[in-house]
Protein backbone atom coordinates (compact mmCIF):
# COMPACT_ATOMS: atom_id res chain seq x y z
CA UNK A 1 0.00 0.00 0.00
CA UNK A 2 1.48 3.24 -0.99
CA UNK A 3 0.56 6.65 0.21
CA UNK A 4 -2.18 7.45 -2.39
CA UNK A 5 -3.60 4.44 -1.28
CA UNK A 6 -3.54 4.85 2.17
CA UNK A 7 -4.81 8.39 1.93
CA UNK A 8 -7.80 7.49 0.03
CA UNK A 9 -8.92 4.30 2.13
CA UNK A 10 -8.71 6.68 5.21
CA UNK A 11 -10.87 9.08 2.85
CA UNK A 12 -13.32 6.67 2.65
CA UNK A 13 -13.74 5.52 6.03
CA UNK A 14 -14.78 9.01 7.09
CA UNK A 15 -16.58 9.61 4.59
CA UNK A 16 -18.73 6.55 5.46
CA UNK A 17 -18.07 4.72 2.49
CA UNK A 18 -15.50 2.18 4.07
CA UNK A 19 -16.34 1.16 7.44
CA UNK A 20 -13.78 0.64 9.65
CA UNK A 21 -13.95 -3.09 9.69
CA UNK A 22 -13.65 -3.26 6.21
CA UNK A 23 -10.80 -0.98 6.38
CA UNK A 24 -9.12 -3.26 9.01
CA UNK A 25 -10.07 -6.30 6.69
CA UNK A 26 -7.82 -4.63 3.58
CA UNK A 27 -5.15 -3.22 6.40
CA UNK A 28 -4.57 -7.21 7.32
CA UNK A 29 -1.29 -7.61 6.10
CA UNK A 30 0.26 -4.19 7.01
CA UNK A 31 2.96 -3.41 7.68
CA UNK A 32 4.30 -6.88 6.83
CA UNK A 33 3.08 -10.36 5.65
CA UNK A 34 4.62 -13.90 7.41
CA UNK A 35 5.17 -16.42 4.65
CA UNK A 36 6.73 -18.25 6.98
CA UNK A 37 9.99 -18.66 4.65
CA UNK A 38 9.57 -14.63 4.09
CA UNK A 39 8.19 -11.29 5.61
CA UNK A 40 7.00 -9.13 3.47
CA UNK A 41 7.19 -5.49 4.16
CA UNK A 42 4.15 -3.63 2.93
CA UNK A 43 5.18 -0.76 4.78
CA UNK A 44 8.61 -0.03 2.73
CA UNK A 45 6.76 1.82 -0.12
CA UNK A 46 5.11 4.10 3.04
CA UNK A 47 8.49 4.82 4.37
CA UNK A 48 10.73 4.86 1.19
CA UNK A 49 8.44 5.35 -1.81
CA UNK A 50 8.53 1.73 -3.21
CA UNK A 51 7.42 -1.53 -2.71
CA UNK A 52 9.58 -3.96 -1.38
CA UNK A 53 11.88 -5.60 -4.06
CA UNK A 54 12.50 -9.08 -4.73
CA UNK A 55 16.18 -10.46 -4.55
CA UNK A 56 15.78 -13.95 -6.18
CA UNK A 57 18.65 -15.47 -6.33
CA UNK A 58 19.09 -18.25 -3.49
CA UNK A 59 14.74 -18.45 -3.42
CA UNK A 60 12.80 -21.85 -5.24
CA UNK A 61 10.73 -20.86 -8.29
CA UNK A 62 7.87 -21.31 -5.96
CA UNK A 63 9.58 -18.70 -3.15
CA UNK A 64 9.43 -16.06 -5.75
CA UNK A 65 6.18 -16.57 -6.88
CA UNK A 66 4.32 -16.78 -3.95
CA UNK A 67 6.29 -13.32 -2.93
CA UNK A 68 5.25 -11.88 -6.42
CA UNK A 69 1.81 -12.65 -5.73
CA UNK A 70 1.28 -10.70 -2.23
CA UNK A 71 3.44 -7.54 -3.39
CA UNK A 72 1.06 -6.92 -6.99
CA UNK A 73 -1.87 -8.02 -4.61
CA UNK A 74 -0.69 -5.10 -2.50
CA UNK A 75 0.90 -2.86 -4.54
CA UNK A 76 0.12 -3.62 -8.23
CA UNK A 77 4.12 -3.12 -9.50
CA UNK A 78 6.66 -5.59 -8.95
CA UNK A 79 10.81 -5.34 -9.44
CA UNK A 80 12.54 -8.33 -9.16
CA UNK A 81 16.09 -8.57 -9.73
CA UNK A 82 18.92 -11.26 -10.34
CA UNK A 83 16.28 -13.81 -11.90
CA UNK A 84 17.04 -16.90 -13.68
CA UNK A 85 14.60 -18.01 -16.23
CA UNK A 86 12.45 -20.28 -14.71
CA UNK A 87 11.41 -18.29 -11.72
CA UNK A 88 10.83 -14.91 -14.67
CA UNK A 89 8.44 -17.64 -16.13
CA UNK A 90 6.95 -17.57 -12.92
CA UNK A 91 6.19 -14.24 -11.93
CA UNK A 92 5.31 -13.21 -16.42
CA UNK A 93 2.37 -15.66 -15.91
CA UNK A 94 1.23 -13.56 -12.66
CA UNK A 95 0.55 -10.15 -15.00
CA UNK A 96 0.28 -9.64 -18.39
CA UNK A 97 1.96 -6.10 -18.35
CA UNK A 98 5.79 -8.30 -16.63
CA UNK A 99 8.82 -7.03 -18.74
CA UNK A 100 11.38 -9.63 -18.26
CA UNK A 101 14.88 -8.11 -19.38
CA UNK A 102 17.25 -11.55 -19.71
CA UNK A 103 19.97 -9.16 -19.84
CA UNK A 104 19.76 -7.26 -16.58
CA UNK A 105 17.95 -10.81 -15.45
CA UNK A 106 14.89 -8.84 -14.10
CA UNK A 107 11.35 -8.59 -13.66
CA UNK A 108 9.42 -5.56 -14.20
CA UNK A 109 5.82 -5.29 -13.41
CA UNK A 110 4.02 -1.47 -13.95
CA UNK A 111 0.54 -1.03 -12.71
CA UNK A 112 0.38 2.25 -15.00
CA UNK A 113 3.77 4.22 -16.62
CA UNK A 114 5.06 6.84 -14.24
CA UNK A 115 6.12 9.96 -15.17
CA UNK A 116 9.41 11.18 -16.88
CA UNK A 117 11.70 12.89 -14.45
CA UNK A 118 13.16 15.88 -15.81
CA UNK A 119 16.39 14.96 -14.65
CA UNK A 120 18.86 12.25 -16.01
CA UNK A 121 20.26 9.38 -14.33
CA UNK A 122 22.75 8.30 -16.93
CA UNK A 123 24.34 5.10 -16.72
CA UNK A 124 27.66 4.06 -18.55
CA UNK A 125 29.59 0.89 -18.65
CA UNK A 126 33.65 0.95 -19.66
CA UNK A 127 32.68 -2.66 -21.34
CA UNK A 128 30.48 -4.71 -23.31
CA UNK A 129 30.99 -7.39 -20.57
CA UNK A 130 29.76 -5.02 -17.88
CA UNK A 131 26.48 -4.63 -19.46
CA UNK A 132 24.51 -7.14 -17.05
CA UNK A 133 25.28 -4.81 -14.27
CA UNK A 134 24.37 -1.79 -16.11
CA UNK A 135 21.12 -2.72 -17.23
CA UNK A 136 20.37 -3.73 -13.74
CA UNK A 137 21.33 -0.18 -12.88
CA UNK A 138 18.90 1.48 -15.64
CA UNK A 139 16.06 -0.90 -14.93
CA UNK A 140 15.73 -0.14 -11.23
CA UNK A 141 16.10 3.67 -11.44
CA UNK A 142 13.56 3.53 -14.90
CA UNK A 143 11.14 1.20 -12.61
CA UNK A 144 11.00 3.64 -10.06
CA UNK A 145 10.67 6.83 -12.33
CA UNK A 146 13.72 8.60 -13.53
CA UNK A 147 14.41 9.24 -16.89
CA UNK A 148 17.14 6.99 -18.03
CA UNK A 149 19.92 7.20 -20.86
CA UNK A 150 22.42 4.65 -21.47
CA UNK A 151 26.09 5.13 -23.03
CA UNK A 152 27.81 1.46 -23.06
CA UNK A 153 31.61 0.48 -23.91
CA UNK A 154 33.55 3.46 -23.52
CA UNK A 155 36.20 2.95 -21.73
CA UNK A 156 39.96 4.01 -20.85
CA UNK A 157 41.17 1.66 -23.67
CA UNK A 158 39.98 4.21 -26.15
CA UNK A 159 39.22 7.51 -24.01
CA UNK A 160 37.88 9.30 -27.54
CA UNK A 161 34.54 7.26 -27.24
CA UNK A 162 34.60 9.02 -23.99
CA UNK A 163 34.66 12.43 -25.55
CA UNK A 164 32.62 11.76 -27.97
CA UNK A 165 29.11 11.41 -25.19
CA UNK A 166 30.55 14.43 -23.15
CA UNK A 167 27.77 16.72 -24.10
CA UNK A 168 25.08 13.46 -22.42
CA UNK A 169 27.64 13.63 -19.31
CA UNK A 170 27.49 17.29 -18.83
CA UNK A 171 23.78 17.28 -19.29
CA UNK A 172 22.65 14.41 -16.73
CA UNK A 173 22.21 14.74 -13.35
CA UNK A 174 23.29 11.36 -11.70
CA UNK A 175 25.81 9.08 -13.37
CA UNK A 176 26.49 5.94 -12.85
CA UNK A 177 29.96 4.22 -14.16
CA UNK A 178 29.60 0.38 -13.77
CA UNK A 179 33.45 -0.80 -14.71
CA UNK A 180 35.56 -3.81 -14.03
CA UNK A 181 39.28 -4.63 -15.02
CA UNK A 182 41.01 -2.06 -13.21
CA UNK A 183 37.73 0.20 -12.96
CA UNK A 184 39.75 3.59 -14.11
CA UNK A 185 36.85 5.23 -15.86
CA UNK A 186 34.77 6.07 -12.52
CA UNK A 187 37.84 8.51 -11.91
CA UNK A 188 38.08 10.27 -15.43
CA UNK A 189 34.20 10.62 -15.27
CA UNK A 190 34.63 12.30 -11.79
CA UNK A 191 36.98 14.30 -12.89
CA UNK A 192 35.12 15.88 -15.76
CA UNK A 193 31.55 16.27 -14.11
CA UNK A 194 29.84 18.58 -11.13
CA UNK A 195 27.51 15.69 -10.94
CA UNK A 196 27.32 13.15 -7.95
CA UNK A 197 28.87 9.61 -9.68
CA UNK A 198 28.35 6.67 -8.38
CA UNK A 199 30.71 3.62 -9.18
CA UNK A 200 30.01 0.22 -9.66
CA UNK A 201 32.81 -2.20 -9.57
CA UNK A 202 31.81 -5.55 -12.04
CA UNK A 203 33.40 -8.87 -11.25
CA UNK A 204 34.59 -9.04 -15.18
CA UNK A 205 38.64 -8.83 -15.67
CA UNK A 206 41.46 -11.92 -15.44
CA UNK A 207 43.15 -13.39 -12.04
CA UNK A 208 44.46 -10.14 -10.12
CA UNK A 209 41.09 -8.58 -10.76
CA UNK A 210 40.14 -10.86 -8.22
CA UNK A 211 36.76 -11.40 -9.08
CA UNK A 212 35.88 -7.21 -8.82
CA UNK A 213 38.27 -6.53 -5.66
CA UNK A 214 40.64 -4.87 -7.59
CA UNK A 215 38.25 -1.98 -9.28
CA UNK A 216 36.38 -1.83 -5.70
CA UNK A 217 39.85 -0.70 -4.37
CA UNK A 218 40.50 1.85 -7.55
CA UNK A 219 37.09 3.39 -6.96
CA UNK A 220 37.32 3.68 -3.11
CA UNK A 221 40.79 5.34 -3.78
CA UNK A 222 39.72 7.57 -6.51
CA UNK A 223 41.37 11.53 -6.16
CA UNK A 224 38.51 12.71 -8.20
CA UNK A 225 36.21 14.50 -5.56
CA UNK A 226 32.54 13.26 -5.65
CA UNK A 227 32.75 9.77 -6.65
CA UNK A 228 30.26 7.46 -4.48
CA UNK A 229 30.98 3.42 -4.70
CA UNK A 230 28.29 0.25 -4.51
CA UNK A 231 29.48 -3.02 -3.79
CA UNK A 232 30.56 -5.50 -6.47
CA UNK A 233 28.27 -5.90 -9.39
CA UNK A 234 25.59 -3.95 -7.29
CA UNK A 235 23.60 -2.58 -10.22
CA UNK A 236 20.28 -2.63 -7.81
CA UNK A 237 22.07 -0.43 -5.43
CA UNK A 238 23.48 2.05 -7.67
CA UNK A 239 19.77 2.27 -9.63
CA UNK A 240 17.85 3.07 -6.38
CA UNK A 241 20.58 5.20 -5.25
CA UNK A 242 20.56 7.08 -8.35
CA UNK A 243 17.32 7.44 -8.80
CA UNK A 244 16.65 9.01 -4.96
CA UNK A 245 19.27 11.73 -5.71
CA UNK A 246 17.56 12.08 -9.36
CA UNK A 247 14.63 12.88 -7.48
CA UNK A 248 16.02 15.37 -4.92
CA UNK A 249 16.80 17.35 -7.80
CA UNK A 250 12.97 17.43 -9.22
CA UNK A 251 12.04 19.00 -5.45
Known sequence: MDRT??????????AGAV?????????????????????????????QGVPEVIYCQGKTVAQVRAIGER?????????????????????????????????????????????????????????TADLPVAEEAAVTARAFGSTVQTVYDVGVAGLHRLLDVREQLLAARVIVVVAGM????????GGMVAQPVIAVPTSVGYGAHFSGLAPLLTMLNSCAAGVAVVNIDNGFGAGYLAHKINLIGER
Open 71 to 127: ILREHGELLATRVAPEAAQALLELAPQAEYNPVARTVVVRRQPRPSTQGVVLVISAG
Open 182 to 189: EGALASVV
Open 5 to 14: QLARLLADIA
Open 19 to 47: TPEEGLQRLRFWPYEDLGFARIDHHRHLR
